[in-house]
């Protein structure tokens, strides 16, 4: 336990320094590197989630109230599963990947080494604190690398449980994890990093302008980051699709996500105005089917995550132009940080709702007389960090692909890229840059070395001068 002496400790630049410098001295002694110490880190990261299965839903329902079966799926499983493909692909991952070379430098071969960058800094965000910690903390491992995770303040619970369990499971020499808020997190970025893996807001949630905080921070060092940042991630709903379907799946990719607390779940929605009946009447039939007619009492929605954030989604809920739109729900209670899921329909492009990345259970429905005027309204905003479209119709999934810039794309599902391993996971323009999962996290922490062997034998003499145009001519 502690002592009253160690409790007070502030967390400044001169601790965060110590820190670093302590986490460089282990990192020099080559002890990342070998195969065996990543692989017995990956392992007892599955070992901690299996012993420690209940005290993380726990954690998860302290902090947000998020329910058992969103804590298993969403957080606890994808961690696990992670895990589990890093330790089946760490050997292949780690292999040097021969390259070809040219005649210009024949004979020679060549291959690209991928080598650990060295302590590396992870932020992340209070939404899925577990998963958001432990699956770049996956990465980093995986790609050999010291690191310190800095787990949100937001998310008290999940703090303080992977403060306690990381040295518990992990080599504390090289894994640290530090708590706090805005004040321990710059003095963390005062730092020197090999690379900053930062999860968070961009612009306007949360504290602000936190990304961009980070990326320049970064600069001073020249320090590369991974920015997973969030958006706007539009939903298109086109005629002639299975509407009971599709709303299902938008249903779960918003309010099943944390109550629209995710970073890719469906911000709103376009259709066209001969859907938009149709729609509005399927979602209030499924929402009712699976959140009963109390959705503020349902066990199987999270809550709000604090009163900051529930002051800013009824901030955007009474807004004049807004308020007269709401189609469904629209209860609140503010003692239990609840919120209803809310449906509006026609709310006016110029809104707050619409200007800024919502990250509740808010649902704005906006009407187009032509299917594809929705793509111009996409490329109004920022790139999102998801995009969905549902349709049967081939001709306009190409127009989509090809003209909406997104992170990433589902088509007919929303969030589900997120479960696919094989490809990567991460924003484009302000939803951020660089990626990650599966064998791009390995990635996003590796430095890939190029090498070219060349022996002493087949000395061209091209190069050397004295240069005569004879020799081009050979
Ligand atoms: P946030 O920016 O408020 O906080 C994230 C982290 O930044 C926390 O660890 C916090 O301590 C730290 N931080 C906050 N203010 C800081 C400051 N001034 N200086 C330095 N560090 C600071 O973001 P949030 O509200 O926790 O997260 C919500 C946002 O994150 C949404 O925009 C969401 O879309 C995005 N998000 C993205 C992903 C993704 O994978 N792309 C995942 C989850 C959330």
């Known amino acids: 336990m502690a002592t009253k002496e160690e409790e007070n400790t502030v967390f400044d630049v001169k601790a965060a320094n110590v820190l670093t410098q302590e986490l460089r001295d282990v990192f020099a002694s080559g002890k990342t590197r070998s195969y065996e110490w990543r692989i017995s880190q990956l392992k007892s990261i599955v070992k901690m989630c299996d012993e420690h299965e209940e005290d993380i839903v726990d954690a998860l329902r302290l902090d947000l109230s998020k329910p058992q079966l969103e804590s298993i799926v969403y ?11 890093a330790i089946k692909e760490l ?3 780690m292999m040097p990947e021969k390259a070809k070379t040219t005649l210009t430098t024949f004979p020679s071969s060549a291959e690209v080494l ?5 302590a590396v800094l992870i932020i992340s965000a209070w939404n899925y604190p577990f998963l958001l910690s432990m699956d770049p903390l996956i990465g980093a491992i995986a790609a050999g690398n010291a690191m310190v995770l800095k787990p949100s303040e937001l998310a008290p619970a999940s703090s303080a449980l992977l403060a306690k369990l990381l040295p518990e499971y992990l080599d504390c020499s090289l894994i640290k994890v530090v708590e706090g808020a805005v004040s321990e997190t710059s003095a963390l970025l005062e730092q020197k990093w090999d690379k900053i893996f930062y999860t968070g807001s961009s612009s306007f949630l949360g504290n602000g302008r936190v990304g ?5 921070a970064a600069a001073k060092h020249l320090t590369p980051v991974v920015l997973e940042l969030g958006g706007k991630s539009p939903v298109v709903v086109d005629s002639g699709i299975d ?9 779960v990719g918003k309010w099943g996500c944390n109550n629209g607390q995710a970073c890719i779940s469906p911000d709103y929605i376009i259709t066209t105005k001969d859907c938009a ?9 499924e929402l009712e089917a699976f959140y009963g007619k109390n959705p503020l009492e349902s066990k199987d929605l999270s809550r709000i995550v604090n009163s900051n954030h529930f002051a800013r989604l009824t901030k955007l809920l009474d ?3 807004v308020s007269g739109k709401i189609v469904y729900g629209g209860e609140r209670d503010e ?7 809310t449906i509006l329909l026609g709310v006016p492009q110029n809104s707050l709702i619409m200007k800024e990345e919502i990250f509740g259970p808010l649902l704005p429905i906006l009407t187009v007389s032509k299917i594809e005027d929705s793509f111009d309204i996409i490329k109004s905003g920022t790139k999102p960090l998801a995009a969905y479209l549902f349709t049967n119709n081939k001709k306009l999934k190409e127009q989509f692909l090809m003209s909406v810039s997104a992170g990433g794309v589902v088509i007919n599902d929303t969030t589900l890229h997120l479960a696919v391993h094989s490809v990567p996971f991460g924003g484009v323009g302000e939803s951020g840059m660089g990626s990650y999962h599966g064998k791009f996290s390995f990635d996003a922490f590796s430095h890939k070395k190029a090498v070219v062997y060349r022996s002493f034998v087949g000395d061209a003499s091209l190069r050397y001068p004295p240069y005569t145009l004879g020799k081009l001519r050979l």
């Open 114 to 118: 991928s080598e650990p960058l060295g």
């Open 335 to 341: 003692a239990n940080l609840r919120i209803a899921p």
């Open 75 to 85: 957080e606890l499983t994808m961690v696990k599963n992670s895990c589990a493909l």
């Open 319 to 321: 807004e004049d132009k």
């Open 277 to 285: 009946e149709k729609l509005v009447d399927s979602l209030k039939k």
């Open 91 to 93: 050997k292949r991952w």
């Open 212 to 216: 961009r905080i980070v990326m320049a």
């Open 243 to 251: 509407i009971q379907i599709a709303t299902r799946r938008i249903i």
